[in-house]
């Protein structure tokens, strides 16, 4: 189960309705968090998520927008005594404007930060992958999916029966090392599983104008958050992002389980967007709001807010 806190959902600058980008993932015990707009550590605290549960922080580009919460993260980790590193990824210059952060202010971080600036990588991590990939954006610009690994079938109780397989140490031992030999007889683990169970894949375009890229590395992702900071190719102009019908359309291509769609300009309301999109768009999709949280599993998901009743 893959959890995303959609922290703040507007484009290019924050309004009354919504933060500029920032996605929290929680997975296992730790957060991953993608971009950090302005304002982020305010919106973690909202959703009460703990920043010092950051080990990994993935910045799409150096927009504004998207990465000048960065400085009050890093401040608020070393005011909270934080010791454990924390890695911060981005594209070329990630090391330099991350330096800037360092050196304003009377601010020296207790804690050591590696910078790691990515071209397209797969970095493997405890459980899951994280792949880069390049997008259009006119700067150096990164989008970026977290894949689950796959994990084995589950136990199918009539091959237990047959193999004479009863819960307990064996079926330990047989998960561990693959196979057991039981009565002078071999058993391998999908002897008795079902088939494969696929991990949960996500996909994050940051900013982007429409790129076959996106749709190479979102093929049939579970979910694909989007870049559609425009309803219509005249309000887009020559800036380089997606429309919602372009958003549309690579998940259509991409065959992707659900889109949603990210990073809506600051000028549409939010029933105006939604509506929009509704005449626009063939394929499953939501227009996430500031702290909705989705979960996310390979064969479902569901969306709520947090805040909810919390007010
Ligand atoms: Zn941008």
Known sequence: MVQIYFL?????????ERNVPSIAVRYGGEILLFDAGEGTIRQMNVAKLSPMKIDKIFITHFHGDHYLGLGGLLQT?????????LHIYGPEHTFEFVQNFINSGFFGPA????????????????????????VKHGIPALGYVFKEEDR???????????????PGPLLGKLEREGQI?????????????GPRRRGVKLVYTGDTAPCKRVALFSEKADLLIHDATYLTPEDRGESYHSTVEEACEVAKRAKVKLLALFHRAFRYSYGEYLSKATELCDVDFIVPKDFDLLTVESDHWELRNVLEGAL
């Open 8 to 16: 703040g959902t507007g484009g290019i600058m924050p309004n009354r």
């Open 77 to 85: 980790m070393n005011l909270w005594n934080r010791k454990k590193p």
């Open 111 to 134: 804690f050591d930060i590696y910078v790691h600036e990515l071209g397209e990588a797969r970095l493997k991590f405890d459980g899951y992958e994280i792949w880069s990939f390049r």
């Open 152 to 166: 084995r079938g589950k136990f199918l109780p009539e091959k237990l029966k047959v193999y004479g397989l009863e």
């Open 181 to 193: 030999e039981l009565n002078g007889r071999i058993i391998r683990l999908e002897d008795v599983t």
